[in-house]
């Protein structure tokens, strides 16, 4: 969960520069061949960065492209890589099958793509959470307005704290990690204008891996009587909830419902819903619209928080016990919706 957490954080900088590319090499990879098959259908091929097991964004996309498979009485496989060797290796396995789509989630394989796309111009990729640098034809790429579902997270922070000092914990001080933590301040200050907020940034040599540095972070805000942190420090958000814990202040989370690993401090998270993408994205490209980039946010259902979806009385989020706050939020969502409600992304321009 935790790499995926840095990953997807590492997406947004990622497809704002040029990426390197990945060793080739061999290396075995997981083939989950679970494809059912309908005759003459259409066939889908999903290849992931790491092994899914609990990784509920990953997971999320293996829910995509099944019932992408199944609206279109098709077939669909999913290759599990397992190292930067393996991701290479998958790729090439699925364009040798080739499928309708071939859909790949990761700022990893994008120069992969970029490659096979321009050798196999026939072939149709749909990239999900980042994309090529150069244009093509037919390569799709599928991103996110996660500031939006911060907006709202930040709203709850603004609604619940005691203090009125609303805080954020991110990976680095760049426009493009700034969307994690600026509109979390924004969405506080909507709905409580007197909020005091501030932002403090991992950074050092390993900002992506650093709980220790990420808990430090914390800890000053909380000194300064923060009760309301957004933790967008990939692996460290651990180092975040510990820190809040102690205190007895209160964390927001991102990508996937961190809420169980730190019931009672965790209140609510931003959620990418992968599956959303994968399955629209999908659509897309059978209908001929390729070679675009489609952002999805809260309008498309591809940005949520956790206490804005069904079961969220089971997910272990504080948020699930103040259903007040919830419909303020969900009033904004609305807004934000029809278009009367712009958030600033803070990586535009």
């Not at 061949?33 to 999903?46: C, E, P, V």
């Amino acid at each position: 969960m935790l790499r995926r957490n840095r990953r997807a954080l590492r997406t947004a900088a990622a497809t704002a520069v040029l990426l390197t590319a990945a060793t080739a090499c061999n290396a075995a990879a997981k083939n989950d061949d679970s494809s059912a098959a309908g005759a003459g259908g259409r066939s889908f091929t999903l290849v992931t960065p790491d092994a899914v097991g609990q990784n509920e964004f990953l997971k999320l996309a293996v829910s995509g492209i099944k019932d992408a498979a199944k609206s279109h009485d098709g077939s669909q496989k999913v290759y599990e890589s397992t190292d930067t060797a393996s991701q290479q290796q998958n790729v090439q396995a699925a364009v040798d099958a080739k499928p309708d789509v071939i859909v790949l989630v990761g700022f990893e394989f994008a120069d992969l793509v970029a490659q096979q796309a321009q050798k196999n111009p026939k072939q149709q990729f749909l990239i999900i959470d980042a994309c090529t640098t150069k244009t093509f034809k037919n390569v799709s790429c599928a991103v996110f307005r996660e500031h939006e579902g911060v907006y709202l997270a930040g709203a709850e922070a603004g609604l619940l704290s005691r203090s009125g000092k609303v805080g954020a914990v991110d990976v680095l001080d760049t426009p493009q990690f700034r969307r994690y933590s600026d509109p979390f301040a924004a969405g506080a200050k909507k709905v409580a204008a007197k909020t005091t907020t501030d932002t403090r940034f991992v950074g050092g040599q390993s900002p992506f891996d650093d709980s220790a540095r990420a808990k430090e972070q914390a800890n000053t805000l909380l000194a300064k009587g923060y009760d309301q942190i957004m933790a967008a420090a990939a692996a460290g958000n651990y180092g975040v909830f510990e820190a809040a814990k102690a205190k007895g202040a209160f964390a927001y989370g991102v990508d996937v419902n961190q809420c169980p690993s730190a019931p009672g401090t965790v209140v609510d998270n931003v959620i990418k819903r992968t599956d959303v993408a994968v399955e629209k994205g999908i659509e897309s490209v059978l209908a001929g619209k390729t070679g675009t980039t489609v952002s999805y946010g809260l309008k498309e259902g591809g940005i949520s928080l956790t206490g804005l979806e069904a079961g969220v009385d089971s997910s272990k989020c504080v948020i699930a016990d103040h259903k007040d706050v919830l419909a303020k939020v969900e009033a904004l969502r609305d807004q934000i919706v029809s278009g009367k409600l712009t958030v600033d992304d803070p990586a535009a321009g």
